[in-house]
């Protein structure tokens, strides 16, 4: 069972296609993360999102689209990906409190699995 | 340097034994720590956070130094079950969690 869910868990696209990630969580959280996880390397958090507002963009290119309708949902949305975007993306929640400095420790979906051909 | 560093591994551990991590962070700002355990081609998931007296939960033992800038995991009476990836995490104001690379156990009969 998992308080985040993902989908899809696996997609392949070519490199001229549009698609997107879809995050869902059920923990009533009000952050919530996408993080990249490419073979050997370490996860990277690509955006953050509080109270629906973005507030991390870790330099990630802009053929990478998040979108926060609200709290509970959490998309990224893909365009124009090259062969290296192929990874392990997850999306992760949290609660934050509004103007504290720290959370609560996150958790993760199970992951979507990109292939860009 | 990497914020986050971990031996990438794999430690090999006869069933039974005791193995034992370290994970060096760089960011003296870093306001509390964890570990987490991420089996093949799945998500992490919390084992335990890590506090300044250190912490026990079962078999599984976490210390924190802060003058040196570390902190490690235990694992004693090792199990199959054990074998995992154990990431190493730092947590900044904001939530901005800073992962390590990961250190890679495996518990063999």
């Known amino acids: 069972e998992t308080g985040v869910t993902q989908t899809p868990r696996h997609l392949v696209m070519g490199m001229t296609n549009k698609k997107s990630l879809k995050c869902e969580q059920h923990?009533?959280?009000?952050?919530m993360y996408w993080y990249k996880q490419s073979a050997k390397k370490p996860l990277e958090l690509m955006f953050v999102y509080n109270f629906k507002e973005q507030t991390e963009n870790n330099s990630v290119p802009s053929r990478f689209s998040p979108e926060c309708p609200n709290s509970s949902h959490l998309f990224l949305h893909l365009h124009t990906l090259q062969p290296e975007d192929s990874a392990l993306y997850l999306c992760?929640?949290?609660?934050?409190?509004?103007?504290?400095?720290?959370?609560?420790?996150?958790?993760f979906g199970e992951g979507s699995w990109l292939t860009v051909v | 340097r990497k914020e986050v560093e971990q031996d990438p591994g794999p430690f090999n551990v006869p069933e039974g034994a005791t193995v034992a991590f370290n994970c060096t962070y760089s960011?003296?700002?870093?306001?509390?720590f964890f570990w987490y355990r991420q089996d093949c081609r799945k998500e992490p998931k919390l084992l335990m956070s890590?506090?300044?007296s250190g912490n026990e939960d079962g078999r599984f033992t976490a210390q924190l130094n802060r003058a040196s800038q570390y902190i490690s995991l235990l694992i004693r009476d090792s199990k199959l079950s054990d074998s995992a990836t154990y990431l190493c995490v730092a947590k900044a104001a904001g939530n901005k969690l800073t992962f390590g690379g990961g250190t890679r156990v495996l518990v063999k009969p």
């Open positions: 923990l009533g959280h009000n952050a």
């Open positions: 960011n003296s700002a870093s306001q509390s």
């Open positions: 992760a929640s949290s609660q934050m409190d509004r103007g504290a400095s720290s959370g609560n420790t996150i958790y």
């Open positions: 890590v506090y300044s």
